[in-house]
């Protein structure tokens, strides 16, 4: 199967920083494309930025200018670098994979997520 695990979420003050990551495991020779999403309390979830396996990057509008994907091809993890943290960017943070070839019957994977607390 596969197995995504995010980590590095935490509490931060605004104006800091917080670099997620995501280790994808498992069957995952092939992931089509990964992203990053978050979802805060009371809202829907928000598509912050995909990544494809050809490394083409899309940002969502909200997002812009503040975070930065990056990947450990080696280390089949996927980072999330975000700068300038604001208290509106309190949200779990959850990593998505989708795959060319579906596993276990499911072309698509979550992570269980990691909450991000911007806060003074």
């Known amino acids: 199967q596969v197995q995504l695990v995010e980590s590095g979420g935490g509490l931060v003050q605004p104006g800091g920083s917080l670099r997620l990551s995501c280790a994808a495991s498992g069957s995952i020779f092939s992931i089509e494309v990964m992203a990053w999403y978050r979802q805060a309390p009371g809202k829907l979830r928000e598509l912050i930025v995909t990544?494809?396996?050809?490394?083409?990057?899309n940002y969502g509008d909200a997002i812009k200018g503040q975070f930065t994907i990056s990947r450990d091809n080696a280390k089949n993890t996927v980072y999330l670098q975000m700068n300038s943290l604001k208290p509106r960017d309190t949200a779990v943070y959850s990593c998505?994979?989708?795959?060319?070839?579906?596993?276990?019957?499911?072309?698509?994977?979550w992570g269980q997520g990691t909450q991000v607390t911007v806060s003074s």
């Open positions: 998505y994979a989708r795959f060319a070839v579906p596993v276990g019957a499911r072309a698509s994977y």
């Open positions: 990544i494809t396996s050809g490394g083409n990057r």
